[in-house]
């Protein structure tokens, strides 16, 4: 402890020295000098020098100065050795959020900041006297080609900006905008994951089930054909089937797949399933979740100036509500929805190539989006134009799918898979809807020839009874993950031709007859 008194005479100047010094020191008249030793520290005026006595323990230090008196009592208090080795003791490390979900938090924030500008610019401008407002306009008037400079060299910056965070996408080579890294978009991907987790927790099939081995061996098997693109290779697959009669399927940027078992009953076959995991699979790939919010990042920004300009010129509130309305509108049906529709048309050609490595029978692929297209047709369901959707519609889906099957079936030959059989699924699939159209028709004549036809199935999945029992029964006849010794002969991939049978007849050269479902293997 230490017992300060002072009592301060004529000056305020004091020094610190310490009292083991043995040498004296003289600085400007000051005298210091070692004491013996005793158990008490004591100081005493005089003229121009302070003595000192202290015990060896004491610690060093002596307050002195010319015509100033200070005592100090000093107890030096023992103190424990410290440790050999350093000790750090920090605080836990704090995550901070991803600046993809900052955005999407802080974007309803930006649009209210807008709003609230420009509401109180034209409640500013309202208030101001009619000499007041002729003079800003004078001023804006003469300041004209000043502001569009700096108009200018603002959008000249921000496209400097927009040019550094210009990236090549993978597979394809395009040029695209990407704002979020991939890095941080992943971090926003484990926090989707853990949150479909959750909500799909009751719901999730067992990996026991061979509804999910079916789809995690198909998954695996397209993961290891296309090893040798960095984006797949990089990436661990895994799959999650949840007990839902939504046809939907979709895959993270972590590699998480989630497939419906709507989806599994709506295929015909393995390679219909081989193609939509292949679609699924290139949206993440490619990135095209990172890329799509990172357009929605830049029309957002520049929405905001339009936005306020829309509250501030409005002359009332709910004008300025519908143009908001108006301007949200537009910037979906000219930005968002084609980029959307575009970024599906690359999915499809991707995914087609990733099928065709895997040695799937890609013309399946524009068969599936027939079967949609008559699914939603006989269920009613309503259908909006493609200009209002955010994907292709079904018609130009198949098209599309139909131009590059040649390109996927090169490919596919190139991967030594092993042939395709001479019958075209596309054919028999045309032939089996024309029959069915021609049972309906007859039908309603209600004509004898009718009596002996089978009746128009209500939906495709009826279609396809079976479908589902017969692609699980030919899980056995998926090839392992382990497809290097396995290739070199005959690939056990595709499903045998009387495994996948379906119950509605349709023609054939011979018979007249032939099964919409079956496989053509």
Not at 45 to 70: D, E, F, I, K, M
Request: overall charge positive; glycine content about 4%.
């Amino acid at each position: 402890m230490v017992l300060l008194y002072v009592n301060i005479l004529r000056s305020s100047r004091f020094c610190s020295l310490s009292a083991h010094l043995t040498r004296n020191y003289k600085q400007a008249g000051l005298h210091v000098k070692k004491a013996p030793f005793s158990s008490q520290i004591s100081c005493y005026r005089t003229t121009n020098s302070v003595h000192l006595r202290s015990p060896q323990t004491a610690p060093h230090l002596l307050l002195c100065s010319n015509g100033r008196r200070a005592c100090f009592q000093i107890t030096p208090k023992p103190t424990s050795p410290l440790p050999s080795g350093p000790h750090f003791h920090t605080s836990a490390p704090v995550r901070a959020l991803p600046a993809p979900l900052l955005w999407l938090l802080l974007k309803p924030l930006q649009k209210i900041t807008a709003v609230i500008l420009g509401r109180s610019i034209r409640k500013w401008w309202v208030a101001l006297p009619p000499n007041r407002q002729h003079l800003m306009r004078e001023w804006i008037r003469h300041r004209r080609w000043h502001l569009i400079s700096g108009a200018g060299v603002a959008m000249v910056i921000l496209a400097l900006l927009l040019l550094t965070h210009l990236d090549e996408s993978p597979v394809t080579g395009r040029t695209r905008l990407l704002v979020f890294s991939r890095e941080k978009y992943m971090e926003l991907a484990a926090l989707t994951s853990e949150a479909y987790m959750e909500e799909f927790a009751e719901l999730l099939v067992p990996v026991t089930d061979p509804r999910h081995q079916v789809v995690e061996r198909l998954v695996q098997h397209l993961a290891e054909r296309n090893k040798d693109i960095p984006e797949v290779s990089d990436v661990s697959w895994s799959v999650h089937v949840v007990q839902s009669p939504n046809v939907n399927a979709f895959v993270l940027p972590d590699g998480k797949v989630f497939m419906f078992t709507g989806m599994l009953e709506t295929v015909a076959d393995v390679h219909q399933l081989t193609v939509v995991l292949g679609h699924e699979m290139a949206h993440a790939v490619l990135g095209h979740s990172a890329e799509q919010a990172s357009l929605s990042h830049v029309v957002d920004l520049l929405s905001l100036i339009l936005l306020t300009a829309i509250w501030a010129v409005c002359p009332r509130d709910s004008l300025a509500v519908l143009g908001h309305w108006v301007q949200e509108k537009l910037s979906q049906l000219m930005f968002s929805r084609p980029y959307s529709r575009k970024l599906e048309a690359e999915a499809d050609r991707v995914g087609l190539q990733l099928a065709a490595k895997a040695c799937a029978d890609v013309r399946a692929g524009p068969v599936f989006w027939q079967q949609m297209e008559i699914r939603d047709q006989l269920t009613g369901e309503t259908t909006v134009p493609e200009w209002m959707s955010t994907h292709p519609s079904h018609r130009n889906r198949v098209t599309q799918l139909d131009r590059l099957v040649p390109q996927a079936l090169e490919l596919r030959e190139s991967c030594v898979c092993p042939a395709l059989p001479a019958t075209d699924p596309r054919v028999v699939f045309t032939k089996s809807v024309r029959v069915m159209l021609e049972v309906a028709k007859n039908q309603g004549r209600g004509g004898p020839e009718g009596a002996h036809k089978p009746p128009l199935p209500r939906s495709p999945a009826s279609l396809l009874t079976g479908l589902p029992a017969a692609l699980l029964a030919q899980n056995d006849l998926y090839p392992s993950p382990n497809l290097d010794q396995e290739m070199k002969g005959q690939v056990s991939f595709i499903a045998s031709e009387s495994a996948v049978t379906a119950s509605v007849p349709a023609p054939s050269e011979g018979e007249g007859s032939q099964s919409v479902g079956q496989s053509t293997s």
